[in-house]
């Protein structure tokens, strides 16, 4: 299986827009934080939201300080990330940007879940730790998406387990053609 691609760029691109003011709304109103893999923009995303819900003008130095008093991450690491940034264009559709993000991040996800349960820690652990990380799984690409209510594999498990009735068998509509040839 291929590596997935690496989000950052795109995560950069969606932290560009935090400084635009129609970009921003955009991007509070679909974004949240599970897009984020890189721990500094993903930091840098938290301050946007606390300056933006506190009604104070998104500026560099505003997320610096914000930053510094909300965050572990260093000074140095900040002001990189934000030349990168300031760098990128403002993007025109953050709500694409969003939706092609979550979908990049699901796949990263998926990925880091196959590779884990093709672990010698995942094989012999028990069926608990393997359906967590699962669960895991589902939650945040749920969060992603955010479409209806969270399942996780157990509930969906126990919702089948509890049916009543005998279960739908659909039949495919091949059994005939291959009787005859």
Do not use: C
């Amino acid at each position: 299986m291929t590596k997935p691609p690496d989000t950052r760029p795109y995560e950069l691109a969606l932290l560009r827009g935090i400084f635009d003011p129609q970009a921003a709304r955009d991007t509070v109103q679909a974004g949240n934080t599970k897009l984020f893999s890189d721990e500094v923009a993903r930091s840098m995303y938290s301050a946007f939201l606390k300056l933006h819900f506190d009604r104070v003008p998104v500026t560099e130095d505003a997320i610096r300080l914000e930053m510094a008093t909300s965050s572990d991450v260093p000074d140095e690491a900040v002001s990189a990330t934000l030349l990168e940034v300031m760098d990128l264009p403002v993007p025109s559709h953050p709500k694409r940007l969003i939706d092609g993000l979550a979908s990049l991040r699901k796949r990263a996800l998926l990925h880091e879940l196959r590779e884990y349960l093709d672990t010698p820690e995942a094989i012999k652990g028990s069926m608990a730790g393997a359906i967590a990380k699962i669960n895991e799984f589902t939650h945040t690409a749920h969060t992603l998406s955010s479409a209806g209510k969270v399942e996780t594999l157990w509930d969906t498990m126990q919702r089948i387990m509890e049916r009543e009735g005998p279960s739908r068998v659909w039949e495919v509509g091949l059994g005939d053609y291959l009787n005859r040839h």
